[in-house]
């Protein structure tokens, strides 16, 4: 069983080959950085062109490095959201397409259980898991009890982990995105110079807040006034400890939560983009080990937005038979537990 794999759901276009033994036979992503980076974030008319100007090249460059014809498909599948709808609708229209001419199944995939799969197609992990997915629009701590089958823990009551990233890199200065520029700050600088506060530090419950972490930047960065280099390495490590600390203590809850529903569970995951972060995998490694649970993050290609997790998590479902009909709508806002309350402040992007 092979698949080709769409993903127009952001700023990356992106077209996939997997088959159903794991192999990536193409991974083919094209980053529109360089044209949102004058804006200082994403902007969705240019995102949405920039996915209708290459998705076509793409495809046929992934076949082609995939060395797969297109008799060879079993089924394609696209990003169905959630997302910027332009960027959505591009590659769903364009999957459609392909369907109707090659009369093989469409596949409509929710972005966030491609990064909620990621981790099955690199490893394996069985059902059910701990999953901390975490990401420029999302910050959830969900039980992956099958495909399909999600139970929402807890998620964000403000922004997300890289939103605050984003704006963190703004307020000292640094380039788009925030996440990688915190990060790079970071690695020569001192997280104990300055004092920055603990998100909900010591409050039950599995739900995360930035908002309070970053308004209290905001203070410290208008107090100093004009920041030296030092002073901004230093910020970043303290403001990167912090949100580091607070995944890790949220997801400490989570663990509670998840071993009294499945006591035999044996895995946290983390996904999404953030979850690319060193300083986050190594906190989360060591909560791993102290509750004798196996750390899955998938390497940084699978944690940011690709189009490898839509082409497998495409397979996870058309192995149980599953697949979309023509007339399916591209969606904005898709949960993954449709039952869970919803939250003040969740974004859309992944």
Known sequence: M????????????????????????AD?????????????????EVAAR?????????ITRALERARTPWKSLAAVAATGGPGLIGGVMVGVITAKAIASVRRIPFIAVNHLEGHALSARLIADVAFPYLLLLVSGGHCQLLIVEGVGRYVRLGTTVDDAAGEAFDKAAKLLGLSYPGGPAIERAAATGDPGRFDLP??????????????????????RV???????????????AAFQDRVALHLAERTRNAIAEFRTRHPSGDHLVVAGGVAANTEIRAR????????????????????????????????????????????????PRWPLDPRAPKAPGAGVKA
């Not at 092979?2 to 036979?25: F, M, N, Q, W």
């Not at 083919?28 to 200082?40: D, K, N, T």
């Not at 920039?50 to 793409?58: K, M, P, S, V």
């Not at 530090?201 to 308004?215: E, V």
């Open 50 to 58: 920039g996915h209708l100007d290459h998705l076509d090249r793409l």
């Open 2 to 25: 092979i698949v080709l794999g769409l993903e127009t759901s952001c700023d990356e276009t992106a077209a996939a080959v997997v088959a159903e033994d794991k192999r990536v036979l």
């Open 198 to 219: 603990r998100p909900l530090i010591g409050k039950p419950g599995c739900d995360f807040s930035f908002s309070g972490l970053k308004a209290a930047l905001a203070r």
């Open 28 to 44: 083919e992503i094209l980053s529109q950085e360089a044209e949102h980076r004058p804006f200082g974030g994403i902007v969705p």
């Open 222 to 236: 208008r107090e100093l006034g004009a920041l030296d280099p030092e002073t901004v390495r230093d910020i970043a």
């Open 284 to 331: 989360l490694q060591r909560l791993a080990d102290e509750h004798s649970l196996r750390l899955i993050a998938p390497p940084a290609r699978l944690c940011t937005d690709n189009a490898a997790m839509i082409a497998w998590a495409g397979i996870e479902r058309l192995r149980l038979g599953l697949a979309d009909p023509l007339d399916f709508a591209a969606r």
